[in-house]
């Protein structure tokens, strides 16, 4: 039997390095370390942007609901129609907190729509909080609720 060559190529000239040189000096040290921070910082202000959107929206919604039933509550025939802003403020720190009702402004009144029946009209106004304190309450939210007036 004939005797074979080597099964893999001999490496090229110059390309085998001394271990007792130390790491090659290529400049991609430490890159690695650079792009996480770079990377998870995106990631963290992204997931952060995603959370105060779903805030915003949740307590809109809530303060929505809130002058809806303060409007509903004043429309009744026993009940001033001034009571539907307490009313709204009430349900807002019964379903968010008293911080975020402290910053709502609640205002009820009565109006006659254009077919001739009255209305309670509570209209609330503020800012939702941010999750970063330190920018205070940057987004703002106006909502109206109505509901006809029962005759007494």
């Not at 005797?3 to 991609?28: I, K, M, T, V």
């Not at 379903?95 to 077919?115: F, I, K, N, P, Y």
Request: proline share 6%.
């Amino acid at each position: 039997m004939a005797e074979q060559g080597p099964l893999c190529r001999p490496p090229l000239a110059g390309s085998r390095r001394d271990p007792a040189e130390g790491p090659p000096e290529d400049g991609e040290r430490g890159g690695a370390v650079v792009e996480f921070v770079f990377v998870s910082t995106l990631v963290v202000v992204l997931l952060l942007a995603v959370l105060q959107v779903a805030v915003y929206v949740h307590v809109r919604n809530v303060v929505t609901a809130s002058a809806q039933e303060g409007a509903r509550f004043a429309a009744n025939a026993d009940v001033p129609s001034a009571s539907g802003a307490d009313r709204a403020v009430a349900v807002v720190a019964r379903a968010t907190s008293a911080q975020t009702a402290g910053g709502l402004r609640c205002a009820s009144a009565e109006e006659v729509d254009a077919s001739g029946l009255t209305l309670v009209v509570v209209r609330c106004s503020g800012a939702v909080p941010t999750l970063l304190a330190g920018l205070g309450n940057l987004l703002p939210v106006e909502v109206t609720g109505r509901a006809v007036k029962e005759a007494a």
